[in-house]
C-alpha cells in the first residue's frame, strides 16, 4: 500500500464518491460542461447523500422503515430531528477485508457502500503473497454509525469476502476548523482528484468520440496515466497518434492567426517563449513534464495530468498550491474546433501562457486559497468567478479589449465573438460576477473586463474579505504547504517573517539609497 495515508482530521466534512455521471442521461443538466455546473451539480449530489443518511438514520433509530423523506426534512426543518449535516453525527472508520478470485466482486461492494450510506473517500488494493487470487482490501470511510454497521454486517455475509474488520476513529473536540477538510500539503493533491465521471466518451451519446470505439479506448489509456500518477514523480510522456496531431495542428495554426490580433499582449509574449523552449508547433503536441518545467523557472507553478475535469472543489484546491490539474488527451477528429470538455489544446494553448505571467499566476492563486474550507455555496460563487475571469476574461489594453481567459484563447470562434460588438462587456465586479448566470447553450452574452490583473487581484481580496470562513490561510512557498492562521501562534509566527521580509526591503532601500548619492557625488 501507498506509504501516504489518506487525511484523517477529525473534523473533515465527509468526501463521499458521486456515483452520477455528468452525462445528460444520468441528470448533468448541461450541454456544455463548465466548473460552475460541476459545482453545482456538486452541491446537489452533497445535499441529496446528506439527506438519505440522515433518512437512514432516523428509520434505523425508530425501526420504522416507512418513514418518508418528507416526514425527515419536515423534522430537520422544525428541529425534532438532527440533520447528518452535524459533525457530531458522523463517524470515520477503516474497513479491511479480502477479496477471493481477484476483483471480479470489487464493483458489487462498492455499490453496498453506496446502498448503506456509507461515503468511500480511499480504497486501495493489493494482491496476497502467497495467492494471486486474494486481494487485501483497505478502505477507509465515514457516515452515520448505524449505517457503518450494518454496511459491515452485509460485507460479513458475503461468500466473496473473508476477515471484514472495521475500526473507528475517535473524535477530537474543541478546535476550530473548517467542516470541509481541505490539503495541507501538496503531496495531499494526490486526493485531489475525483471524477464524477471517468471518461466522457463512455457516457455520453452526445459527445463526438461515443461511437468511436478506438477513441474510446485511447481515451482510457491517456486517462490511467493521470490515475497512476503520484506527487513527485516525472509526468510521464504520452506518444501522439497521427490523427491527435493532425487535429492539433488544425487549432494550433488557426488561434496562432488570431493572437496577434485578440490576445492580450502577456499571452503573446509567453506563447514566443513557449515555442523556443517547449516544442509549440503545429507539428508536435508539447509534453506536460517539459511544459510544467517551464512553468516552474517562470513563476513556480506546475503541471499534474488529470483525467478529466475533476470536481469543482479539487480542482481550485490545487490552485491554492500553484498546481494546475491538465488534461493529456485531444478532443475527437471529427470536432477540431469545438469540445465538449477541457484537453489539452484548450490547456496547453489557452492556460498554460497566462500561468507565466507573474501577476495572472497571482489571481489565479488566490482564487485556490480562498476556496479552501469554503462552504458548496462559496464553491459554487468561485467557480463563477474562475469561470468569468480565467476561463472567459477580457481586460483593457492600450485603449483595446483583449482576451485573456483560456476559453476564449482556445477557441477561435467564441474569441472572435467576445471582441465583437455584439456581446456586452461588463467591468469585472466580484459580487456582481460570482452571481452572473452562466450561458451553455451558446456564447456568452456577457464577457466581464479587467483593467489588470494586480487590480483584478485586489478586488477579489477585498470580496473573500466580506466573506465569512473563520481563519484565514497562507501558502508557504518553502515547503509547499498551506498554513492555518487561526490561533495567536500562528499570526505572530507570521508576524515574524513578515517583520523579517521588511528588514530586507529596507536595506536594500538604503543601499540603494547610498548608490544614488555616490553617483551623484561621483559626477
Known amino acids: 500500500m501507498s506509504n501516504i495515508d489518506a487525511p484523517t482530521e477529525e473534523d473533515q466534512r465527509k468526501r463521499f464518491p458521486i456515483m452520477k455521471s455528468y452525462s445528460i442521461e444520468n441528470g448533468y443538466p448541461t450541454r456544455r460542461r463548465s466548473l460552475i455546473s460541476d459545482a453545482k451539480f456538486e452541491t446537489q449530489a452533497h445535499n441529496e447523500a446528506l439527506l438519505q443518511q440522515t433518512v437512514h438514520r432516523q428509520r434505523t433509530l425508530s425501526k420504522e422503515d416507512s418513514i418518508s423523506e418528507d416526514e425527515v426534512v419536515d423534522g430537520i426543518e422544525n428541529g425534532s430531528v438532527e440533520s447528518d449535516d452535524n459533525d457530531a453525527s458522523l463517524k470515520k472508520a477503516t474497513l479491511t477485508f479480502a477479496i477471493r478470485d481477484g476483483l471480479h466482486a470489487l464493483p458489487r461492494v462498492l455499490k453496498s457502500f453506496e446502498s448503506y450510506h456509507v461515503n468511500l473517500s480511499h480504497i486501495e488494493s493489493r494482491k496476497t503473497p502467497k495467492n494471486d487470487y486474494l486481494y487485501g482490501i483497505f478502505a477507509q470511510c465515514d457516515g452515520a454509525k448505524e449505517a457503518i454497521v450494518h454496511l459491515v454486517k452485509h460485507l460479513r455475509t458475503s461468500s466473496a469476502l473473508s476477515d471484514v474488520a472495521v475500526f473507528y476513529e475517535l473524535n477530537a473536540g474543541g478546535e476550530r476548523k473548517a467542516k470541509w477538510w481541505f490539503p495541507k500539503q501538496i503531496h495531499e493533491l494526490d486526493y485531489c482528484n475525483h471524477l464524477i465521471t471517468s471518461y466522457e466518451p463512455d457516457l455520453d451519446t452526445g459527445h463526438p468520440g461515443f461511437t468511436d470505439k478506438e477513441y474510446r479506448v485511447r481515451r482510457k ?51 514566443k517563449l513557449l515555442q523556443k523552449h517547449c516544442g509549440y508547433s503545429a507539428e508536435k503536441i508539447p509534453q506536460l513534464e517539459d511544459v510544467s518545467r517551464f512553468l516552474k523557472s517562470k513563476t513556480g507553478w506546475q503541471l499534474r495530468p488529470a483525467a478529466g475535469l475533476v470536481t469543482a472543489r479539487d480542482f481550485l484546491a490545487s490552485l491554492a498550491f500553484r498546481v494546475f490539474q491538465c488534461t493529456q488527451y485531444i478532443r475527437h477528429s471529427s470536432s477540431p474546433m469545438h469540445s465538449p470538455e477541457p484537453d489539452c489544446a484548450h490547456e496547453l494553448l489557452g492556460h498554460v501562457p497566462m500561468l507565466a505571467n507573474s501577476a495572472f499566476a497571482d489571481f489565479s492563486q488566490d482564487i485556490g486559497l480562498a476556496s479552501l474550507g469554503a462552504s458548496d455555496e462559496e464553491i459554487e460563487k468561485f467557480a463563477t468567478l474562475y469561470w468569468f475571469t480565467v476561463e472567459f476574461g477580457l481586460c483593457n489594453q492600450d485603449g483595446k479589449v483583449k482576451a485573456y481567459g483560456a476559453g476564449l484563447l482556445s477557441a477561435f470562434g467564441e474569441l472572435e465573438h467576445a471582441l465583437s460588438d455584439v456581446p456586452e462587456h461588463r467591468v469585472f465586479d466580484p459580487e456582481k460576477t460570482a452571481l452572473q448566470p452562466y450561458q451553455d447553450e451558446n456564447y456568452q452574452p456577457i464577457y466581464f473586463v479587467s483593467q489588470s490583473f494586480d487590480a483584478a487581484r485586489v478586488k477579489f481580496r477585498d470580496y473573500v474579505a466580506s466573506l465569512k470562513r473563520p481563519f484565514e490561510v497562507r501558502y508557504e512557498p518553502y515547503t509547499q504547504s498551506i498554513q492555518v492562521l487561526d490561533n495567536v501562534d500562528e499570526i505572530k509566527n507570521l508576524i515574524d517573517k513578515v517583520r523579517a521580509d521588511l528588514d530586507h526591503v529596507t536595506s536594500a532601500v538604503k543601499k540603494l539609497a547610498n548608490s544614488f548619492s555616490s553617483e551623484r557625488n561621483y559626477n
Do not use: M, S
Open 221 to 271: 489509456d491517456i486517462a490511467n496515466i493521470a490515475f497512476e500518477y503520484r506527487y513527485g514523480q516525472p509526468i510521464p510522456k504520452v506518444t501522439y497518434h497521427p490523427d491527435e496531431i493532425k487535429t492539433w495542428g488544425i487549432i494550433f495554426r488557426t488561434l496562432v492567426e488570431l493572437y496577434p490580433t485578440y490576445a492580450c499582449k502577456e499571452h503573446n509574449e509567453v506563447f
